[in-house]
C-alpha cells in the first residue's frame, strides 16, 4: 500500500531533550516536506526536500534539522525542543514538486 | 507571505454552493487546494498551475486568476462529505523553488 508513515504518532518530552520523528514513504517520491499545523494558523511548511541530498528551509525552520540521505526518509530533528514547538507534525511526498501530495498520519508532540 | 482565505467558516445546507477565495500578495505559479477533515491528515483535491486549465475534482471545481493572484474553489450541490477544513497553499517564482505556503484554512460545515 502506498502510504508516508510517521513515527512516533504522539510524544511527549522535555524542554532540550532531542528528538527525532521519522518519516518514510514507499512511493518512491522525490519530494518531501514537513509542516507543522497549529490552531488558526494552518499548514506552515518547516523544511522541504526536492531530493536526495537537498534540503532547503520553508517557512518556519528555526528550531528544526532535517536530512535526506535515503529517497525515502526525511527525519525531523529537535536539536533542543521548547515549549513553542508544541504541535501536530505532518510529512508530506509528492513525485515531484506541484503534484499531488501524500501526508503522514500527523505526530502530536508536546514540550513540557 | 501566507495567503488569505475567505471566508474563514461556512455552514451549508446539503445541495447548496458555496465558494472559497485564496489571495496572495505575491505573483503565483501554482495554487494547491487540499481537504482535512477532524482528527487526519490533510488530502489533495487539485492543484493550478500558472497558465493552465480550470481543474475539477467530482463536483469541486477550481480556477487561478494569474493576474489578480488569487484562486477560488467552487463546491457545487454540496454533501455532507465534504465538510472540513479547506487549505489552499501557494507557490511563488518561476516553480524551480519547493516552498509552499498554505493559508489559515477555510472550515465547511455542511448540514442535512
Known amino acids: 500500500e502506498a502510504q508516508v508513515t510517521q513515527n512516533p504518532r504522539y510524544l511527549i518530552t522535555v524542554t532540550g531533550k532531542k528528538l527525532t520523528v521519522t518519516c518514510s514513504q514507499n512511493?518512491?517520491?522525490?519530494?518531501m516536506s514537513w509542516y507543522r499545523q497549529d490552531p488558526g494558523l494552518g499548514l506552515r511548511q518547516i523544511y522541504y526536500?526536492?531530493?536526495?541530498?537537498?534540503?532547503d528551509k520553508g517557512d518556519v525552520p528555526e528550531g528544526y534539522k532535517v536530512s535526506r540521505k535515503e529517497k525515502r526518509n526525511f527525519p525531523l530533528i529537535l536539536e533542543s525542543p521548547s515549549p513553542n514547538q508544541t504541535s501536530l507534525y505532518f510529512c508530506?511526498?509528492?513525485?515531484?514538486?506541484?503534484?499531488?501530495?501524500?501526508f503522514g498520519q500527523g505526530t502530536r508532540l508536546t514540550v513540557v | 507571505q501566507q495567503p488569505v482565505q475567505s471566508p474563514q467558516a461556512v455552514i451549508l445546507r446539503e445541495g447548496e454552493d458555496a465558494v472559497i477565495n485564496c489571495s496572495s500578495s505575491k505573483a503565483l505559479y501554482s495554487v494547491h487546494w487540499y481537504r482535512q477533515k477532524h482528527g487526519e491528515a490533510p488530502v489533495f483535491l487539485m492543484i493550478l498551475l500558472k497558465g493552465g486549465e480550470q481543474m475539477r475534482h467530482e463536483k469541486i471545481s477550481a480556477s487561478f486568476n494569474e493576474k489578480k493572484q488569487q484562486s477560488s474553489l467552487y463546491l457545487t450541490a454540496s454533501q455532507l462529505s465534504y465538510s472540513g477544513t479547506y487549505f489552499c497553499g501557494t507557490k511563488g517564482g518561476s516553480g524551480n523553488t519547493g516552498k509552499l505556503i498554505f493559508g489559515q484554512g477555510t472550515t465547511l460545515q455542511v448540514k442535512p
Open positions: 508530506a511526498s509528492s513525485f515531484v514538486m506541484n503534484t499531488e501530495a501524500f
Open positions: 526536500s526536492m531530493n536526495v541530498e537537498v534540503t
Open positions: 512511493m518512491n517520491h522525490e519530494y
